[in-house]
Every structure is written in C-alpha cells, then in structure tokens.
C-alpha cells in the first residue's frame, strides 16, 4: 500500500516528502502493512510469532524510554551531547529485528533499539554517549559496528563487509543505515555504485527522518523519493512507512533474503520524523514548525503498533504495566553500571594507538605520568 | 638471486603474499586486467583472479573505504592508490576510521590493511602526480607510513606491510621504480617496521633521507668523501610514522652535525621533525646547527621545470660541506 502524498506529509509545503507514487515517471516499489491507526492490512501482515512481535515492541519501548531518560541524564550534566532517537523506534527497530547473528550492522548515530536488538547492553551504549571508548566495546552485538558518527562513512565499510562475506563464502548479509542527509555525501553514493557493481549482499537503510539537524530534506536533494535514487544504480528502490515497524521489518527481510540468495543490494528509504532536537545541543524552535512536529507525534510508531498487539489479542493495560516496570528497572540498573563503574587507568590513552608499544609513545606515557605525579604531589 | 626493479620487486612481495595467505587480496584502479598504470600488480589477474585482484570503479574513498570493511571481516586488502596526488579523496576514511578502529573500540575491532600509493616527481609527469605528502599521513596518530628507497627493502617493507595488524600507508617513490636493479633474495625477507636503516656507518655527520632522495643523497656523500676523506653516517629512515628516534639520536649525539634531505616541500614537513627530535635527544652534542635540504614551499612544478623544485646532489653536497666547516 502507498505511503500517503497527503498534506501532512509534506515539507513545509516546499517538496511532497513522501509523493503518492501514481504522479511519479518510474516505478518504485512502497510498502505499507499498518495504517496510521494500526489497522493492519491482511494481506500484507508478515508471519511473525507472539513472542517474537512482543519482543520488538520491547525493544522499541527500551529505546524510547531509555532515549528520554537520557536527555534528563545530559541536562543534569551525567551525559554527554547525543542524539535522540525517539520517534525513530520503528525504523531502526524493524529493520534490526530482520537481522540474524551472522549478518551484519553498520549504522550511524541515531539507532539505538537497533544496537538493543543486536544485542548491546544498554549500559554501552550509555558508556559511549558518557565520553568513554569502551562504550564501542559490545562483544554481545557480535557482527555489529561501532557507532559512526562521520555521516555515510559506515556505507563503505558496509560494502567491503559484504564482499568479504562473498569471499568466504558465507551466506551472509548487511545491513547499514544512514539519515536522509547522508544520501548527499559523496560516500554515500560512491558505497552504492560498489555495491552495485560487485551485486553486494548489502542493504542500505536510509532513515529520512526529514531533517539534517536544520536543514529540510528538501534542502538536501530535488528526487521526488530517497528511494529512486537506486534506480541509477540498477538495484531495487523500496518506499516504506518508517513509523510502521511492520514494514520496515518486511521490506528489511525481503531484501535480506534476496541478498543473501545472489540477488544484490536494495536501497530502502524509510520516512519517518525526527520529533526530539537534533542532539541536545540543538534548538529545533529555531527552524521548526510546531503544527508539523505535532502531526508527525499523532504518527508516533509506538502507539500504532501496541493498537495492532492489542487487536491481535498480544497485548493488554496488564502486560503494558509490568512492561513499564521492567524497563524502568532496566534502565536504573544500567545507569547504575555507568555511575559506579571503575575509572580507567589514567594513561589508557596510550593503549591500543597500535597493536605493539612504541618507543616514541612510551615516552610520551612516562611524560604524562610523570606530570600526573607532580600535579597530584602538588595538589 | 635475480638483480630486479622496484617495480618487480613489489610485485614479487605481492605475488607471494597472495600465495602463502589466501586473505591477502589487491584491490584499485586498473590493477586488474591491465597491471596497474605502473605494471606494479602484472601477472596477478591472470593468477589469481578477478575476486583477488580487483578492478574497482574510479572512486578513491570507495577503494579505502570498502578495503576497511574487508578489514573489518578477516581479508587483508592491499588497496592501491593510482597517484598518491589523488590519495586526499580517501583521506577521510583513512583518518576518522582506519587510523582509529582499534583505539577506539580499546582492540575489539582492527584494520590490518595496506594502502600503497606511487608519489613524488622527476618522472615528467603530468600535473598532481608529484607530489611528496609523507608529513600529511605521519600525521595520523594509528597508522604507519613507510618509504622504501631499493628494490630489495621495497619487498622486504611491503611483506611486513602486510602482515602487519594496523593500517600501513605505503609510499612507493614512482622515480625508483625502475631507475636500478638491486638482487632480491628468493626466499621470504621482511625489515622491521619502525625501524630507520644505517646505510654506512661514518663519524664526521650524519645524512638522514628517505625515499627517492636516497640516489642524490648517497652520491652527494661519495663526492665528500672521496673529495674531502670526510666520514659521513647515512641513515634511510624507511619507516617515516612512528619514527625511530633511537636511531637518529644516537647517530648525532656520536657525529654532532647533520643534514636532513627531504623532496617534500620545507615547511612542517619530516625534516623538520627529524631536527625536533635532534633537539629533545641530542642538542647538546651538536658541533652545528641541523640543515635542511627540501622541496620550496610551492606546489611541485609542472615538469618543464621540476628540476628547479627536486633536491639534487649539488644542493645536498652544498649542505654537508657548510655543515662540516661550520
């Protein structure tokens, strides 16, 4: 089903976001299973178990509750400047749950549940928005990158990924994701003509949430769909509903499956909202509008998805309650690992530059300890 | 033991590191199918296939960028750069992730890749295929830069190159490639990475090059020699990041004079961090004050008049002898 070219789709009025794909000159394909009510479409809804459905909703509540959460940790100084997720649970969430352990994730910055789901403690992820490198260390996310924060970079790294998966031999494939406003980056394309060009087992996951901190989506490029522009590079386009985690999850799997079968790479856009500021240091109010933010948090991928559970008979206030509660608890038990976690050594900054120690570094470890030693001496 | 070029020379570290590792593979422009534009990588299609030597799409940042991904998943890429003057289009990749996987994620993911690139004037070429950017990626705290200067140290680098576990950028002096023959053992050989090379032991100063800079250096110190009976220390310094300070300091700190020879234009370039090391281990020892003989600080000329921006052994004798009667 079309992604809706309705008004409140649109980008201050400047460029259809989201165009109904009948006004386009060329066929791409759009996907849609749960209106904006969570009514699903029959025909359309994936065969996914109970258990496994309550699951996703789980993480993506996590992400939205620790996501908030950490905007009070930053604001009372016990966090670092990061970027919020929330209202973009459903895309990261639905095309993560896609995944199996030995496929792999490249993502950006703003894909927390994703990381949940790969299996990344929470606590790491806090590490890594707390200043400290151990928060890229997530052994329990097998196959999943660190976060990247140079916007589109991870797509390369994605692409040789893929291609030493073909190498070995493996049936496995990749996905990477990037926001609408890495699509401009010259990394960006250069990852989809390799792609293309070595029929990569790859996914490029692009999470246009509208907004590149102030600038519109409009502003970044005249295609009438993110998702045309894999049409120039000869691979499936997909146009899905990114508040829709059920078809964010089934255009995910869909390509995964064709990838890992020879079929090549797919470019999914999936169009979403970012409905928090761009990182904690931004101030949206500058450049946007409040009718707009409103309209996308009445489109909040939350909500839509628990109607659809409750429809189903999965999901009740009960569940919901003790749901709360384990999530809160969740939560307090990994600010808690943050909070009373063991300093590093003081010279850690010294380790890992190369796999063996050099003179020339050495040196510099014992100049800094022994600042270290006359400064505490003095204090 | 066969006498060969740079050029065979570099090919044949290829050839057998393909051979003994099957996750050793080449990857760039034109390396395929036709051999690299300097026939570096010929023969190596034909044996081991297109999956292992492959002809990418004209993009260097791709090329760096999907070479750290096959990192990332157990190969050991060997990226080529067709000219070190196109290299700054991967400059990125290189910088914010290949130099800084493994320090940022404290060892649990690395880039053991090797990014070789031909760089340097005096081969008449045309313009942005000159240049000497050796000071631009020492830079980079996390990756190592190597300079080989003979055909036999050029194979011996690139093996330990590449079975070396961090990024290694390898600069091939293009005007080397086959301006002498040198014998290149057979067997496996490999030089120590971090590792400067005293090329002739001497008391009366010490010459520190690296790189093509070698020829013009060694004949500037055989005409002193044979002209003044002076004893001059040569030191290449093969390996430009991290630097081997040991070397440096203990050859001045025993001859007290010094003269550095660099192609690459003057400013912040290697040289002058050879005379900060100098400065911080052996001043005290210094007979002379520590010249530099380098590049000027313009964009290399077109190749008319590139002879007017390459140091050659005039400047370089020029140098030592002021050094010397100073």
Request: net charge negative; proline share 5%; charged share 25%.
């Amino acid at each position: 089903m079309p992604c809706d070219g309705n008004a409140s789709c649109t980008d201050n009025g400047r460029t259809a976001v989201c165009p109904d794909p009948a006004d386009l000159s060329f066929r791409i394909a759009t996907l849609r299973v749960l209106d904006e009510q969570g009514r699903v479409q029959p025909t359309a809804e994936p065969d996914v178990s109970e258990a496994e459905l309550v699951r996703l909703y789980r993480a993506m509540t996590l992400a939205r509750e620790a996501d908030q959460r950490m905007l009070k940790l930053q604001r009372q100084g016990r966090l670092g400047t990061f970027p919020l997720c929330t209202g973009q649970e459903a895309a990261a969430c639905g095309s993560a749950f896609a995944l199996r352990p030995d496929d792999w994730y490249a993502g950006g910055y703003r894909d927390l549940g994703a990381r949940l789901l790969r299996g990344e403690k929470l606590e790491t992820s806090l590490l890594y928005w707390a200043g400290y490198e151990e928060g890229n260390v997530s052994p329990e996310a097998g196959r999943t990158l660190p976060t990247s924060a140079i916007v589109a970079a991870q797509t390369l790294h994605a692409v040789g990924i893929a291609y030493a998966m073909e190498y070995h031999g493996e049936r496995a494939a990749v996905l990477t994701s990037l926001g609408d406003g890495g699509t401009s980056e010259g990394d960006f394309h250069e990852a989809m003509n390799f792609a293309s060009v070595w029929q990569a087992p790859v996914i490029f996951l692009c999470v246009n949430n509208q907004w590149a901190i102030s600038m519109p989506r409009s502003g970044q490029t005249r295609s009438r769909t993110i998702a045309q522009k894999a049409i120039a590079y000869d691979m499936p386009g997909v146009l899905v509903d990114g508040n829709d985690v059920l078809a964010v999850y089934q255009a995910t799997r869909e390509a995964l499956d064709r990838a890992r079968a020879g079929g090549g790479p797919t470019l999914i856009e999936a169009v979403t909202y970012r409905l928090m500021m761009h990182t904690t240091a931004d101030d949206p109010g500058r450049y946007q509008s409040e009718s707009e933010l409103q309209e996308w948090w009445r489109r909040d991928p939350l909500p839509r998805f628990r109607t659809y559970l409750e429809d189903k008979g999965f999901w009740n206030a009960d569940r919901q309650a003790s749901l709360d509660e384990e999530i809160k608890a969740e939560i307090d038990a990994a600010v808690q690992a943050l909070e009373s976690r063991e300093g590093l050594a003081p010279d850690a900054q010294f380790e890992h530059v190369y796999d063996t120690r050099h003179a020339r570094l050495e040196d510099q470890r014992a100049e800094f300890l022994a600042n270290l030693a006359r400064e505490s001496h003095h204090a | 033991m066969p006498k060969m070029t740079m050029v065979q020379a570099i090919n044949r570290a290829l050839d057998q590191e393909m051979a003994r590792d099957d996750r050793v593979l080449v990857l760039g422009q034109d390396v395929g199918r036709l051999g690299g534009v300097f026939r570096v990588t010929e023969g190596l299609w034909d044996k081991f296939g297109p999956q292992r030597v492959v002809d990418t799409p004209l993009a260097e940042s791709g090329i760096l960028g999907t070479s750290i991904g096959m990192a990332l998943a157990g190969l050991r890429p060997v990226a080529e750069m067709q000219f070190s003057g196109f290299s700054y289009l991967m400059f990125p990749q290189l910088e914010g992730h290949a130099a800084r996987f493994r320090m940022r994620t404290r060892g649990r993911w690395t880039v053991p890749l090797v990014v070789r690139m031909p760089y340097g004037a005096g081969v008449r070429a045309l313009e942005h295929h000159s240049e000497s950017k050796e000071a631009t990626y020492a830079h980079v705290p996390g990756v190592k830069v190597v300079i080989p200067s003979t055909p036999r140290n050029a194979r011996a680098l690139l093996v330990a190159a590449i079975r070396d576990p961090d990024p290694v950028v390898f600069m091939e002096p293009k005007r080397s490639y086959r301006a002498f023959r040198e014998d290149v053992p057979e067997e496996d050989e490999m030089l120590e990475i971090g590792k400067a090379h005293v090329v002739r032991e001497g008391t009366d100063l010490t010459l520190i090059s690296w790189g093509a800079m070698m020829r013009p250096v060694l004949e500037a110190a055989q005409d002193v020699q044979t002209r003044r009976g002076a004893s001059i220390e040569i030191i290449d310094l093969l390996t430009i990041a991290p630097m081997d300070d040991q070397t440096i300091s203990d050859s001045v700190r025993k001859t007290g004079r010094c003269v550095v020879v660099q192609e690459a234009s003057k400013t912040l370039g290697i040289a002058s961090e050879v005379i900060a090391v100098i400065n911080d281990k052996a001043l005290m020892h210094l007979e002379a004050p520590v010249r530099r003989v380098t590049g000027y600080d313009v964009s290399p000329p077109y190749f008319a008049r590139e002879n007017a921006y390459i140091p050659g052994p005039g400047r370089i004798t020029r140098a030592i002898e002021e050094t010397l009667d100073f």
